[in-house]
């Protein structure tokens, strides 16, 4: 298998469903394991110890609540970005991340040629979304 980076990323008590959102706007199968199932028991025995969403496209995003009796820490430093050329696809999951979220930069062509996108989905979570554009007139130049 070859190496690969996956973003985690960890919430306070709704990764079960940020992962059904993501699952819904990605597709795939979607694995969850509760802190229940590994022997915690009482209060957010329920939340979730670890979750994989296995997408068509061949993304791997992972998540966790954050565990009982740790602090949770929101953070700004980590933006999940989703680039390619199959227009179709990323302005699909661009929809689907943007309901229910808020667009800081509109999904439009730019200045380099390509669109490109910013939003943070209704989870907190920032994405970028780039669509390759067609730089043939730009070699040629």
Same mark, same amino acid.
């Given at each position: 298998?070859?190496?690969?980076?996956?973003?985690?990323?960890?919430?306070?008590?709704?990764?079960?469903?940020?992962?059904?959102?993501?699952?819904?706007?990605?597709?795939?199968?979607?694995?969850?394991?509760?802190?229940?199932?590994?022997?915690?028991?009482?209060?957010?025995?329920?939340?979730?110890?670890?979750?994989?969403?296995?997408?068509?496209?061949?993304?791997?995003? @992972?998540?966790? !609540?954050?565990?009982?009796?740790? %602090?949770?820490?929101? =953070?700004?430093?980590?933006? $999940?970005?989703?680039?390619?050329?199959?227009?179709?696809?990323?302005?699909?999951?661009?929809?689907?991340?943007?309901?229910?979220?808020?667009?800081?930069?509109?999904?439009?062509?730019? @200045?380099?040629? !390509?669109?490109?996108?910013?939003? %943070?989905?209704?989870? =907190?979570?920032?994405?970028? $979304?780039n669509i390759a554009g067609d730089h043939s007139a730009d070699a040629a130049g």
């Amino acid at each position: 298998m070859a190496t690969r980076l996956n973003p985690y990323i960890s919430f306070k008590d709704d990764a079960r469903a940020a992962m059904e959102f993501y699952q819904s706007v990605f597709g795939g199968e979607l694995n969850v394991s509760t802190f229940g199932e590994y022997g915690q028991s009482g209060p957010g025995s329920d939340g979730v110890m670890h979750a994989q969403l296995e997408t068509p496209s061949g993304y791997t995003i @992972m998540a966790s !609540d954050t565990p009982p009796g740790m %602090t949770h820490q929101e =953070g700004s430093s980590i933006t $999940v970005s989703l680039s390619g050329d199959d227009r179709d696809e990323l302005r699909r999951y661009w929809e689907g991340l943007a309901d229910g979220g808020t667009v800081s930069t509109p999904l439009e062509k730019q @200045m380099w040629g !390509d669109e490109f996108g910013q939003l %943070t989905d209704r989870f =907190g979570i920032g994405w970028l $979304v780039n669509i390759a554009g067609d730089h043939s007139a730009d070699a040629a130049g």
